[in-house]
């Protein structure tokens, strides 16, 4: 009889060991964390109208495939579709240690505000501006801005990387569109 309690008394101590664990987030929930505290998905907005005017205007060749761009790009670059490539390039560029420091700064009262300062550390509290340049003077920090300065720079690259992704359904859909104008 009392071997049952001392094996029950076990398994109540390792149930409740268990519970007290909380599950290490992954890299991938990490960036998550950072993609959704950064505001990337709503901030990430392609003009798709614009991208196929400057095809258009780059090569006047593809006036007659306009409604074939407007679809293709309409369907790939949505956040669903370039999720993926910011997802690569995060992974890539930060270690679980950086992603936690970066999202730890991400999450504080004086990012919030330094945001909603549009970047002007001068009407921040003391306080805040300190937290704010020890963040963004120390290196991961100066690395995560500069990441994210490039990604900014480069939606160029996002369009051609979604064109190459998915180059053969581009392509049907051109050939497609050759046999009705050819019609």
Known sequence: MMYKYI???AILCLNLSLEGRSAEPTRQDLVNELILEFNIKNSTDFDVEKIVEHIIKNDPQYKPYKDVFIAFFTKYLTWEGVKPMYDEIFLK????SDLIKINTFLI???FKSWLASSGDVETLSDQ???????FTTSDIGIHFFKVIQ???????EF???VVIQ???ELDAMMDAKTQELVK
């Open 150 to 156: 490039e990604l900014s720079n480069t939606s160029n």
């Open 128 to 134: 805040e501006r300190e937290v704010v340049l020890d």
């Open 7 to 9: 094996i029950f008394i």
């Open 108 to 110: 504080t009262p004086a």
């Open 159 to 161: 369009v051609g990387r």
């Open 93 to 96: 560029e930060f270690s679980s």
């Open 166 to 168: 998915h180059k053969k």
